[in-house]
Nanobody, 131 residues
Framework: QVRLAESGGGSVQAGGSLRLSCAVSRYSASTMYCMGWFRQAPGKEREGVAFIDSTGRTSYADSVKGRFTISRDNAKNTLYLEMNSLKPEDTAMYSC????????????????????????WGQGTQVTVSS
């Protein structure tokens, strides 16, 4: 069974930076077609933040474009999210997700910010940005 474990969350002031990590165990991160980061604040819907496919192609939500960078290090079996110029509205629980699949029941799900279906999820790491 694939296991994902996030780390790197914390409390920072607006304008600061954090780097989140998502360690993949039991399977190699390189075998995943799509990996991504989601966030959810209390009382709000889960939002897809950033995604990266097996070729290295990335996709970002408009709310984080230019500020966040997703990357993967296959040698370390780890997914990263570099978060810069943080804003109070970035405060949320951040979770990583992964899936081997692109095509599911005849549909091309791709690996873009609009994708929400993933087989594997981490438990999340809290990011709090103060003003």
């Amino acid at each position: 069974q694939v296991r994902l474990a996030e780390s790197g969350g914390g409390s920072v002031q607006a304008g600061g930076s954090l780097r989140l990590s998502c360690a993949v165990s039991r399977y190699s991160a390189s075998t995943m077609y799509c990996m991504g980061w989601f966030r959810q604040a209390p009382g709000k819907e889960r939002e897809g933040v950033a995604f990266i496919d097996s070729t290295g192609r990335t996709s970002y939500a408009d709310s984080v474009k230019g500020r966040f960078t997703i990357s993967r290090d296959n040698a370390k079996n780890t997914l990263y999210l570099e978060m810069n110029s943080l804003k109070p509205e970035d405060t949320a629980m951040y979770s990583c997700a992964a899936d081997f699949r692109r095509w599911i029941n005849g549909r091309d799900y791709g690996c873009f910010a609009g994708r929400s279906l993933f087989d594997y999820w981490g438990q999340g790491t809290q990011v709090t940005v103060s003003s």
